[in-house]
C-alpha cells in the first residue's frame, strides 16, 4: 500500500497568522510536524502542500518535500486534493500542519485499518476523554461511534449528553486516511449544513453517506497549536519531556 502523507499548511490564520514558521524548540512549527509523519514506517513519502512561497522556502530549507496549490482552497483537504490528483498513491494520509506533537504510532495504526481487504473510505482516529474539561471544551471536538467502531457525529458540543466518564466519551484526533478516489469524491461535494454549524468539514462525508471509521488510541498526547499561548504551552511540555528522557539539549537549538 503507497501511502502518502500530506501536510496542509497554510501562512493566514486569524487566531495566529504565521504559524506553520513559528519557532517551537528552535524550528518551525511544520518541521515538528513533517519529522513525526516521517518517523511512521508505513509512510512512503511525506509533503507539505502551501500556497504560500515562505512556508514553501522553509521547507526546502530543512530539506523537505513541498508543493505549492492554488491559494482559492476553502479547507486543507481541498488543498490535499489537489495534491492527490497529481501524484501516485493508494492512500492520502491528512497530517494537521498544528499538531506538532502527533505520535508516529498514531498515524501508524489509522492506516493499519485501512490496509484491509475492503478498506473503509475514511479512517480517523480518537481517545478518551481525559475529564470534564475537555468534555465541555468547545475546542476539543467530540466523536460518537457506532458498535462497528463507524463514525456516528462529530461536534464541539458536550456529547454523548450526561457523559460522566466511561468509554463513550472520545476526542477526535485531527488525521484522516482517505482512500485516493474517496478523497477526490469529498473534495468534490458542497458544503453540508452541519458542517457549516459545526465548522468541521469531516461531516460533509456523513452528511454525503461516506462511512468513517474510528481508531481508538490510548495515551495521546498530542496538543493542536491554535494560539501562541498554545505554543508556548507545547514547548514547556516538550523541553519537560526531553528531561524526563535525559536529554540535557534543548533540542533544535544548536549549541545549547
Given at each position: ?6 501536510i ?7 487566531r495566529?497568522p504565521?504559524?506553520?514558521l513559528?519557532l ?23 509533503i ?12 526546502r530549507?530543512?530539506?523537505g518535500?513541498?508543493m505549492m496549490t492554488?491559494p482559492?482552497h476553502?479547507?486543507?483537504s481541498?488543498?490535499?486534493?489537489e ?7 493508494d ?17 501508524g495504526a489509522?492506516l493499519?485499518?485501512?490496509d ?20 465541555h ?19 464541539r458540543?458536550?456529547?454523548p449528553?450526561?457523559w ?13 486516511a ?14 453540508g449544513?452541519l458542517e457549516c454549524?459545526?465548522?468541521l468539514?469531516?461531516?460533509r462525508?456523513l452528511?454525503n ?15 493542536g497549536?491554535d ?5 508556548k ?6 523541553m519537560e519531556?526531553?528531561?524526563?528522557a ?5 533540542p533544535?537549538?544548536?549549541g545549547?
Open positions: 500500500m503507497n501511502s502518502v502523507a500530506v496542509p499548511a497554510r501562512f493566514a490564520s486569524t495566529f504565521g504559524k506553520p513559528a517551537l524548540m528552535g524550528k518551525p512549527l511544520v518541521e515538528h510536524v513533517y519529522e513525526r509523519a516521517l518517523a511512521c514506517t508505513a509512510i512512503s513519502r511525506v507539505v502542500a502551501t500556497d504560500d512561497k515562505r512556508i514553501f522556502a522553509a521547507v530549507g530543512f530539506g518535500d513541498c492554488s482559492d476553502r479547507s486543507g481541498d488543498r490535499l486534493g495534491v492527490a490528483g497529481n501524484i501516485d498513491a492512500v492520502i494520509v491528512n497530517i494537521q500542519g498544528d499538531e506538532p506533537m502527533i505520535a508516529p504510532e498514531v498515524i489509522v493499519e485499518a485501512m484491509t481487504e475492503a478498506p473503509p473510505p475514511i479512517v480517523t482516529a480518537a481517545a478518551p476523554l481525559s475529564g470534564p474539561e475537555e468534555y471544551d468547545p475546542d476539543v471536538v467530540k466523536v460518537l461511534v457506532d458498535v462497528q467502531g463507524k463514525a456516528l457525529y462529530f461536534s458540543s458536550p456529547i449528553y450526561g460522566t466518564g466511561g468509554d463513550s466519551g472520545l476526542k477526535h484526533i485531527g488525521i484522516y482517505y482512500q485516493k478516489d474517496a478523497l477526490l469524491d469529498f473534495v468534490s461535494l458542497p458544503m449544513k454549524l459545526e465548522g468539514e469531516q461531516l462525508a452528511e453517506g461516506m462511512g468513517i471509521d474510528v481508531v481508538r488510541v490510548e495515551g495521546f498526547t498530542g496538543i497549536v494560539s501562541p499561548e498554545d505554543l504551552r507545547v514547548e514547556r511540555i516538550m519531556m526531553a528531561k524526563e535525559g536529554n540535557t539539549r534543548t533544535g537549538r544548536e545549547a
